[in-house]
């Protein structure tokens, strides 16, 4: 998901929402930092897994009964890894070539529900949440910048997979994906698939699009205003309700039948565990973090880039889609897809349209 919080119109009301005002992130589930051995649940829990979300159609959604079961499997097929003292969740299923899938503001692993049964066809897939998301650890105080995320992307490598992997992320996952491979030193990235590339951790990155330029008041308060805890929780635990959420992901997808309950769960459960509201606050008034355009000409791996022409948060017209619209013709590792008809999160919007383009790039990519 996307990297500022975007607050109910009855809380605060912009003038009209900027077309890259991202989706508040919905943090998750704290535990004291802990030193937890990896432990692999039995593979038959993940083989069936495997099976029932191997589909990857947008189409109806499943009965209630079928939609939690399906979330069932996916969290009890995730092991915990020890990461400078935190738990760190993450999945594994599949063999072949590595892929490890990084959500984005507000997700977590399950946000992969429609792709990880295909890729692991073919793939071993891994997919993690980052620190002060999904069911990993959300410290109390912690300062957290795209450098701390794109960082244990480059150790879960080191100390998990192990072999050259290609990353896939999505929003600020995309962007700490192109920092981890921008800085990686030890041949562990093998190629880069970007979805909807977030400019920065939060709006403040995005200084030359007029939209943001002419709310940035407005953000600057939303900032102090965040930094009171009083109102920071009164705000959070608004943004949170049911209804609202269900809202603000309408906004965010542009096929409107992904946006089910599964997927209402998927962002709410875990704003509820504690930790969670420090980690909206320190994520949405921290700094952006280094900008992608100053990131991606130091990159010469193979890199896949899909852009919905539907996201309201970063627009494909916008300053940071520009930019990424602009670099086949500049750099000749770099290839982009317009998805039509799709929003922020193309993977789970539309997972048909980024499966027919990710496949064959996949299996095309030279051989180490």
């Avoid at 906004?251 to 980690?279: F, Q």
Wanted: proline content about 9%; aromatic content about 8%; hydrophobic content about 45%.
């Amino acid at each position: 998901m996307a990297a500022v919080a975007l607050l109910p119109a009855s809380t605060l009301s912009p003038p009209s929402p900027p077309s890259h005002l991202p989706l508040f992130p919905t943090p998750n589930h704290l535990s004291p930092p802990s030193l937890l051995i990896p432990q692999r649940k039995a593979s038959s829990t993940c083989q069936h897994l495997r099976f029932r979300i191997a589909s990857s159609g947008p189409s109806v959604a499943a009965p209630m009964d079928q939609r939690s079961s399906n979330l069932k499997d996916i969290y009890e097929c995730c092991d915990s890894w020890a990461w400078n003292g935190f738990k760190i969740n993450y999945l594994v299923k599949g063999k072949g070539m590595p892929l490890l899938l990084v959500h984005g503001f507000g997700a977590s692993v399950a946000h992969w529900r429609r792709n990880i049964g295909v890729l692991s066809e073919k793939y071993t897939v891994y997919a993690i949440d980052l620190l002060g998301f999904g069911d990993s650890d959300k410290p109390a105080g912690f300062a957290y910048t795209m450098e701390v995320w794109a960082q244990l992307i480059l150790d879960f490598l080191d100390e998990i997979v192990k072999e050259p992997t290609i990353l896939v992320g999505n929003s600020v996952g995309s962007l700490a994906c192109v920092i981890a491979a921008s800085e990686s030193t030890k041949g562990l990235v093998r190629g880069l698939v970007l979805l909807n590339c977030a400019g920065g951790m939060n709006n403040k990155a995005i200084v030359d699009d007029w939209r943001i330029k002419l709310l940035l008041p407005l953000l600057w308060l939303v900032d102090f205003l965040l930094k009171q805890q009083g109102i920071a929780t009164a705000i959070f635990n608004r943004v949170k309700q049911k209804e609202n959420l269900k809202n603000i992901l309408l906004s965010v997808y542009g096929n409107k039948e992904s946006v089910d309950e599964d997927l209402i769960e998927i962002i709410r459960r875990p704003a509820d565990d504690l930790g969670a509201l420090d980690a909206f606050v320190s994520i949405v008034t921290g700094p952006p973090g280094p900008s992608p355009i100053s990131l991606m000409p130091k990159i010469s791996l193979p890199i896949l880039v899909l852009w919905g022409d539907e996201d309201p948060f970063t627009p494909i017209d916008g300053p940071v889609g520009k930019y990424f619209s602009s670099l086949p013709s500049k750099l000749p590792n770099v290839s982009l897809y317009l998805l039509q008809g799709v929003g922020h999160c193309p993977h789970d919007d539309k997972p048909d349209l980024v499966h027919e383009k990710l496949l064959p790039w996949l299996a095309n990519l030279p051989a180490i």
